[in-house]
């Protein structure tokens, strides 16, 4: 099993910035990829940002420019910088993570319970 443990979301004014951060802990031997997926109420839940095991990293087209993931490998943790924050923005942030328990073993999807994103003046 793994354990995400998320932080970082809160409340900002438009135009703001946050960080969120997600740790991975438990049964891994590697992490394919790490994700941040929102959804907001009514709405169906989204990709945001991406990236993978060799750092190849992939956004959503409303947040480019303005969000940057990273992660750190030795710490199993993935980050999401959120600049230049919008309304829009609003939303519970997801943590995901793609991990394999052992040398031979086939990937693992895991999620965290999300975190509260509030984009307001």
């Not at 230049?84 to 895991?110: F, G, M, Q, R, W």
Request: glycine share 8%; charged share 20%; aromatic share 8%.
């Amino acid at each position: 099993q793994v354990k995400l443990v998320e932080s970082g979301g809160g409340l900002v004014q438009p135009g703001g910035s946050l960080r969120l951060s997600c740790a991975a802990s438990g049964r891994i031997f590697s992490i394919e990829a790490m994700g941040w997926y929102r959804q907001a109420p009514g709405k169906q839940r989204e990709l945001v940002a991406s990236i993978t095991s060799d750092d190849t990293t992939n956004y959503a087209d409303s947040v480019k420019g303005r969000f940057t993931i990273s992660r750190d490998n030795a710490k199993n943790t993935v980050y999401l910088q959120m600049n230049s924050l919008k309304p829009d923005d609003t939303a519970l942030y997801y943590c995901n993570v793609l991990s394999i328990p052992s040398p031979s073993a086939s990937p693992e999807d895991y999620w965290d319970q999300g975190t509260q994103v509030t984009v307001s003046s």
